[in-house]
């Protein structure tokens, strides 16, 4: 059993817990997903599939877009409102400010992880120190805010959406806006929308793959569909499996290669006319 299936993960579950009730719904060790989850957080989890799991690198390497909810007035430990609350402050800003400072957020930018993370330092994740009780430097990553749109208010919450780079954490977004607006803030809810070509409007429930199992898999290649396809003859598919480069034509850049049968070989990288395997994804021959 080979694919991607692109979960709605529901509220309340760890990515690890979803990817548990994949092994026994659909009878298959081999499954790793596409890029953490918060439990609090529902929506988009591209989980990998047997011999798909050779690719799950390729989408923790994509860009992700979020809808977020940000409650003000509030500072806590996780940077969530699941977390404990450390700081209560009265709230004044208007929704120009809220709009302003959302907008701010486009471009360019250090943050630092938040303490409750899967961040390694010392070669334990930062959550391990957190739930310790203890604060541990942290090294600042450079992310890309692509797109920051506020949305408005929806009850308590004010929302907004994110396009942004590989290892950005929202909640913490949620918690600098609320220090920008000097009245604290925390993430109050949490929806992915697309994490790399994997969309929302294309997702399937787990009760969906109760029903339905192995047939709600995506094909392998649906990751790379953005890359031009060639379908190779006998002789260069032979040297592909031997995990040779080839002689091919073309304009330099990544490609899709397919045996003659149709078979998903590899994916390449060409260049001055040779191809070479950047990662192979066939069945192993006996």
């Known amino acids: ?19 548990a009730k994949l092994r026994r719904l659909l009878g298959e060790r081999r499954i790793g997903h596409g890029g953490t989850l918060d439990p609090m957080a529902t929506g988009v989890l591209p989980v ?37 609350i450390l700081e ?8 120009e400010d809220l709009r302003a400072a959302i907008l701010d957020l486009a471009g360019e930018r250090e943050q630092l992880p938040p303490m409750y993370s899967a961040v390694k330092v010392g070669g334990k994740a930062l959550y391990a120190y957190a739930r310790a009780g203890k604060d541990v430097a942290r090294k600042p990553r450079h992310i890309t805010i692509y797109e920051a749109e506020p949305l408005g208010w929806s009850g308590e919450e004010y929302r907004f959406r994110i396009l942004c780079s590989k290892g950005t954490y929202i909640r913490t977004l949620c918690h600098d806006l609320g220090q920008t607006l000097g009245c604290g803030g925390a993430m109050s809810s949490l929806r992915r929308l697309r994490a790399g070509p994997f969309r929302l409007e294309e997702t399937v429930s787990l009760e969906t793959v109760t029903e339905k199992g192995e047939a709600c898999l995506l094909p392998l290649d649906s990751l790379f569909a953005d890359r031009p396809a060639i379908t190779l003859d006998g002789e260069r598919t032979r040297r592909v499996l031997c995990g040779n480069d080839i002689p091919l034509e073309g304009e330099a850049g990544e490609y899709r290669l397919y045996g003659p049968d149709g078979e ?13 395997i950047i990662k192979s994804f066939f069945e192993v021959r006996q």
């Open 1 to 19: 059993m080979t694919g991607i299936l692109n979960l709605d993960k529901p509220a309340g579950w760890t990515s690890h817990d979803a990817v």
């Open 48 to 84: 990998f599939v047997g011999r798909a799991t050779r690719a799950v690198e390729f989408l923790e390497a994509a860009d992700k877009e979020y809808e977020a909810g940000l409650r003000l007035g509030i500072v806590t430990d996780t940077q969530d409102t699941t977390g404990q």
């Open 264 to 276: 998903f070989l590899a994916l390449a990288a060409l260049d001055s006319g040779r191809a070479k």
């Open 88 to 95: 209560e402050k009265p709230v004044s800003v208007t929704e």
